[in-house]
């Protein structure tokens, strides 16, 4: 008696194998550190209580995140255990560095000797790559006298021009992006200063001071001219 075909059964879909059991991947560091596995002294303990010190002052930690978090401190081994625990907070300003004066001028009070700029029937012209004094005297007498701020190098962070126009004409030009102030008059002449007080509080201040007599003085901006390597240039010539 023959056997009734029984149908085979459907083949289920086998599970694909991987290469190796998956393993569960090593979870990435809190804190990006190379040094963090080094073991924590005492100074970096305190560093980190410092700042949980100062964020519960400041409200941005409650009583007992404070308690839970100062208790991790004293536990923590490592560097690399330390960090994550205020990763959330700002650094303690104590622990961070001051910056670099963005302008490197040089030392207060020294005077020198003063630029004197005359003109008397001609002309004087002050312009270019040029190490400005702290103080210029500038006298134009029927002549004209210009001078060119826009590439010069202060050494110095107030410049003073002391301007006198007597039927003549003294004009001033500074990048845009410096203080400009002035303070003078003008006696059957003119007088104006443009007032500028630039962004950057560490930026250069040129002062004009000065009259006009049937003459004109004028300080203004440049337009499109700024110091932008101030920096770089003081540098060199201070010797840094």
Request: hydrophobic share 40%; aromatic share 8%.
């Given at each position: 008696m023959d056997l009734e075909k029984q149908p085979e059964p459907e083949?289920?879909?086998?599970?694909q194998r991987s290469a190796a059991p998956a393993e569960p991947a090593p979870a990435a560091p809190a804190f990006a550190d190379p040094q963090g596995a080094l073991r924590a002294s005492d100074a970096d303990r305190d560093r980190i209580a410092d700042i949980l010190r100062d964020a519960l002052a400041e409200g941005r930690l409650d009583a007992?995140?404070?308690?839970d978090r100062i208790d991790a401190v004293y536990r923590a081994k490592t560097?690399?255990?330390?960090?994550?625990?205020?990763?959330?907070?700002?650094?303690a300003r104590s622990s961070r560095p001051e910056p670099e004066p963005a302008y490197p001028y040089g030392p207060d009070g020294q005077e020198?000797?003063?630029?004197?700029?005359?003109?008397?029937?001609?002309?004087?012209?002050?312009?270019?790559?040029?190490?400005?004094?702290?103080?210029?005297?500038?006298?134009?007498?029927?002549?004209?006298?210009?001078?060119?701020?826009?590439?010069?190098?202060?050494?110095?962070r107030l410049t003073t021009i002391n301007a006198t126009?007597?039927?003549?004409?003294?004009?001033?030009?500074?990048?845009e992006n410096i203080?400009?102030?002035?303070?003078?008059?003008?006696?059957?002449?003119?007088?104006?200063?443009?007032?500028l007080e630039g962004v950057d509080p560490q930026?250069?201040?040129?002062?004009?001071?000065?009259y006009s007599v049937f003459g004109n003085v004028e300080a203004r901006p440049k337009r499109g001219k700024w110091i932008t390597d101030l920096q770089d240039r003081m540098r060199k010539h201070l010797g840094h």
């Open positions: 083949k289920q879909p086998q599970p007992e995140e404070h308690s560097v690399g255990e330390l960090e994550p625990i205020v990763r959330d907070l700002p650094a020198g000797t003063p630029d004197n700029l005359v003109a008397i029937f001609s002309s004087t012209t002050r312009k270019g790559r040029w190490r400005v004094s702290r103080r210029t005297n500038a006298f134009a007498l029927f002549g004209n006298i210009e001078i060119d701020l826009t590439e010069a190098i202060f050494a110095q126009s007597i039927f003549g004409n003294v004009e001033v030009r500074v990048p203080s400009l102030r002035g303070n003078g008059s003008g006696i059957f002449g003119n007088f104006e200063v443009v007032t930026a250069p201040v040129v002062v004009i001071n000065g």
